[in-house]
């Protein structure tokens, strides 16, 4: 594996950046209704391999899930397809404790 975890705080660093990474939420339908980080893209992870087209290989891209297990599976896949990926360790759960308090939460 060669793609770093990332926690809330410094996902909120990068997204205030220069370069802010792209978001691909992973989760299911319904769960990206409930809640998402304002500005993710919503991809479910069975849909990834057939819409690979839809990510940019010049940025890097921070996979989200809810607690961080499907998305670190998604960054393996991602990282074997050579793009730039990063996980959100502790997923959408992690950042409504440590970032957005207001977030839904499931």
Known sequence: MSFEHLNPGELQQRLAGENPPFLL???ETWEFEICHIPGSRHIPMEHIP???DELPRERDIVVIC???LRSQQVCIYLDRMGFSVLNLAGGVAAWAQQADP???RY
């Open 50 to 52: 057939a819409r690979l």
């Open 25 to 27: 939420d992973v989760r």
């Open 66 to 68: 809810h607690h961080g």
């Open 102 to 104: 207001d977030m839904p």
